[in-house]
């Protein structure tokens, strides 16, 4: 059996402190699927020119934000690695014919811990972090998602960690209405989504409304194809979370499974 690929929305740092619908929402997600051999997961925090897979045994907690509660500093989640997890990542990426290479001083940035910590506050499952490809765009990162879908048969889970939008500058930190073009973005993104309208999404910055107002860099954005690419097209896709925060943060998130499996 085939585990379930992920892509979540993990929001600004401080969602575990703040304790809100996104928080208690990432915590259940940890008892709905079967606890994995080993998480596989790709931030919009680490970028690389190709792929590269997290290779030490103890993974630091990486504190990448500024201005935030001082509790949030204190949180460490001191995941083991799985070094020998991250060789066969390799392997597979270049039977692939895509480069990659291991990386043995990076720790978990915010867009991995943060979700992890709330699907397994126990820190009882191995960890690699995937680097972003971030200059080769959607098909590069579809392509790795494929390439690393054989691992989904050995109990390991492929989560895109990012955000269904991602506009920083344009929140309301206290709170507020909707704007007109993230709610056309997200319809939008989410019907391609239920749909299986591959090629609509790999060329999103340019078919769908208001692409560059909800994502004025992709990095968030590009995680989603990590989870689709795990599980080819066509795919089921399950939305296991949805809402906005701040105004304009689609807080999303979706399961992904082949067709006929």
């Not at 740092?13 to 998480?39: C, E, I, Q, Y």
């Not at 073009?181 to 409304?209: G, K, V, Y």
Request: proline share 8%.
């Amino acid at each position: 059996m085939k585990l379930t690929a992920l892509f979540v929305s993990h929001g600004a740092p401080s969602l575990l402190l703040d304790n809100g619908p996104t928080a208690h929402f990432l915590t259940s997600l940890g008892r709905k699927f079967p606890k994995p051999k080993a998480v596989f997961c790709l931030s919009a925090h680490w970028e690389a020119e190709i792929p590269l897979f997290t290779h030490a045994e103890r993974l630091d907690t990486i504190h990448d934000f500024y201005g935030f509660p001082e509790a949030l500093y204190r949180m460490r989640y001191p995941a083991k690695g799985f070094p020998e997890l991250a060789q066969r990542a390799v392997a597979l990426c270049q039977s692939a014919g895509m480069d990659a290479g291991l990386e043995p001083s990076r720790g978990l940035d915010h867009g991995a811990w943060i979700p992890l910590m709330a699907m397994y506050p126990e820190v009882d499952v191995p960890v690699i972090q995937v680097a972003l490809p971030f200059i080769q765009g959607p098909a590069a990162v579809y392509a790795l998602g494929q390439a690393l879908s054989p691992l989904r048969e050995e109990d390991v889970l492929l989560l895109g960690s990012g955000g269904f939008t991602h506009n920083l500058g344009a929140l309301a930190w206290g709170g507020g209405e909707t704007p007109a073009w993230a709610e056309e973005f997200h319809a939008w993104a989410s019907a391609a989504l239920r749909e299986n309208r591959l090629e609509d999404l790999l060329e999103a910055e340019t078919r769908s409304p208001h692409f560059r107002r909800n994502h004025p860099r992709t990095e968030h954005w590009l995680p989603l194809y990590f989870a689709l690419g795990a599980c080819g097209s066509p795919w089921k896709c399950e939305t296991l979370h949805t809402g906005f925060e701040f105004g304009s943060l689609a807080m999303d998130a979706f399961a992904f499974t082949g067709v006929g499996e």
